[in-house]
Each structure stands twice: as C-alpha cells, then as structure tokens.
C-alpha cells in the first residue's frame, strides 16, 4: 500500500527527470506531479502486494520471584521488561536478587499467589520464604536450567536460547 500526501505549500518541482511540472502529491518520500503520479500507478497496477515489514518481537511475560540483601520475604511479579522492572525495584540503593523466573503473565502470577497465600504479607506481593516457597523456587531452576536466559530474554525481547 502506498502512502500519499499531498504536496501543503510554496512550489516543489516534480522529481520526474527533466519534468518541470508542480509536484501534488508525495510518495514515499518523492515529490510528483499528476502525470507522474499516474504513471507511476499503472507500472505497479497488478503487482502483488508488498510483504509487510517484520515487527520488532514482543518481549515475552514471566513471572519472578525477588528478594533484597537482608529483607525477609520474597516478591512474587510479572513483569515484561523484567531488567526494567528490576531496576524499578531498587530498594535501600539495593538492587533485588533474582531469585528465579517461569514464563508466564498476570494469570500466572495470580495463580502462585493463590499456591503461597498461606505466606503473604497482607496487602502485598510479598512472601514469607518458607520451606514450600524454596522448594517451588529450587525446583522452577532445576526443571529450567535456562532460567538466567529467560531472565535476559525477557529484558531484551527475545527468545531464550534452550
């Protein structure tokens, strides 16, 4: 699909070669008059569309799982843009630990908090690291052993590497 605009004031010369015409209208990028225009019309009637032009990858969602240098529980996010997040996260000066991360978006998210309500703070994210909580941490690393690939995967919008 070509995109026009039409030529809004003063006078440009069409880019024809040795066509000295008024240009009237712009596509892509190039200045023609109407006979020009027209010509270049009929040179693509018939063509097959152009392939659209690929999009940059969507960064895939994951789910984490935080803690701080001497803090006493465990932030369970989603984020899309987890080197982001993370940083957002700084507490004290501290950046978090990353302790783990599983593919997955807010429904995810919403379902380890169902699994570890028993150990949330309150009003927060925030988890009490108990046995269980550890358990399902070290076992997300053991049954992914790419997790770090995730974790940088996501934060640059790409695939993990398996």
Known sequence: ???????ISGYARCAGVRCW??????????????????????????????EPAPQEPTAAHVVYYITWRGADHIKIGTSQNLCNRLHQLKQNGHRP????VEE???????????????????????????QVLIDHIDNLKRHNPHWRGMATSAASGSSPNP
């Open 1 to 7: 699909m070509t995109v026009e605009s039409p030529v």
């Open 21 to 50: 015409e008024r240009a009237t209208v712009i596509i892509a990028d190039v200045m023609l008059c109407n006979s020009h225009k027209q010509t270049l019309r009929a040179a693509f009637e018939g063509l097959p569309a152009p």
């Open 97 to 100: 630990r990353l302790l783990a």
């Open 104 to 130: 997955g978006d807010h429904q995810l998210e919403a379902k380890r908090h169902r699994q570890f309500r028993a150990l949330r703070k309150p009003g927060t994210e925030l988890f009490r690291p108990s």
